[in-house]
C-alpha cells in the first residue's frame, strides 16, 4: 500500500526558507514521479514541482521557478522541497503525489497523480 508523508510545513516570515519532506513507503522514488502541489483558500489546486522516476528530470510551476528546488533521496526513499525567498502568495496547504508511470516535462497534473498525502500547511505572514 502506497503511503505518502508529507512533513517541514509550518510558519515563515517573507523572504524566509522552509524545507518540506516526503517520506514515501509501499513505492520507490526512484521508479515513481513524485509532485507537489499546494491548494490556498478558494482557489484551485495547482502544481509547484515534479520529479521524474529514473532520470531525476524536473519541472516547476511559474509562480516558484527560481525560488523553489525539487529533490529526491532514493536511499531514504523521500523527495524534499526548498522554499526560497518566501511570500505571502505560497501560503496553502501542500501536498506531495505520486504516479508510477509519468514524465515531468509533460507538465504538472493533478488529474495524472493517484497516490496523495494528507498535505500541510505553510503560512507565509509577518
Known amino acids: 500500500q502506497v503511503q505518502l508523508v508529507e512533513s517541514g510545513g509550518g510558519l515563515a516570515q517573507p523572504g524566509g526558507s522552509l524545507r518540506l519532506s516526503c517520506a514515501a513507503s509501499g513505492l520507490s522514488t526512484n521508479y515513481y514521479a513524485i509532485a507537489w502541489f499546494r491548494q490556498a483558500p478558494g482557489k484551485q489546486r495547482e502544481g509547484v514541482s515534479c520529479i521524474s522516476r529514473v532520470d531525476g528530470s524536473t519541472s516547476y510551476g511559474d509562480s516558484v521557478k527560481g525560488r523553489f528546488t525539487i529533490s529526491r533521496d532514493n536511499v531514504k526513499n523521500t523527495v524534499y522541497l526548498q522554499l526560497n525567498s518566501l511570500k505571502p502568495e505560497d501560503s496553502a496547504v501542500y501536498y506531495c503525489?505520486?504516479?508510477?508511470?509519468?514524465?515531468?516535462?509533460?507538465?504538472?497534473?493533478?488529474?495524472?497523480?493517484?497516490?496523495w498525502g494528507q498535505g500541510i500547511q505553510v503560512t507565509v505572514s509577518s
Open positions: 503525489a505520486a504516479a508510477p508511470d509519468y514524465t515531468c516535462l509533460s507538465g504538472i497534473h493533478p488529474g495524472l497523480f493517484g497516490s
